[in-house]
């Protein structure tokens, strides 16, 4: 099993994924004939998180762009809070044998 910094900074980086596939989506919003990727999360068997992007047939959707913005964002910041919850942590208990 995986620390939880290192299960963290794994979906630190399938959030970054995500956000880029997002970025992509919307600079070719107005591109003829540009079709969506999405990014699909799966769980890793030793713990974390990876993304995949996918080629879709569909055309861009700005509400659902919006939406995958707001979603990476968020997951951003919880799993920065994890990380800095875990320092924390770490620090009180090296305070405490010290």
């Given at each position: 099993m995986?620390?939880?910094n290192s299960?963290?900074?794994?979906?630190?980086?399938?959030?970054?994924a995500s956000q880029q596939v997002t970025a992509h989506n919307v600079a070719n919003l107005n591109t003829t004939d540009f079709k969506a990727s999405r990014v699909s999360f799966q769980e890793n068997r030793s713990g974390g998180v990876?993304?995949?992007a996918t080629a879709t047939q569909d055309t861009v959707d700005i509400s659902?762009?919006?939406?995958?913005?707001?979603s990476n964002t968020q997951g951003f910041k919880v799993n920065l809070t994890?990380?800095?919850?875990?320092?924390d942590m770490t620090k009180q208990l090296l305070s405490l044998k010290a």
């Open positions: 995986s620390g939880i299960i963290s900074g794994s979906a630190l980086q399938a959030f970054g990876s993304a995949t659902r762009e919006a939406t995958n913005l707001i994890v990380i800095k919850a875990a320092d």
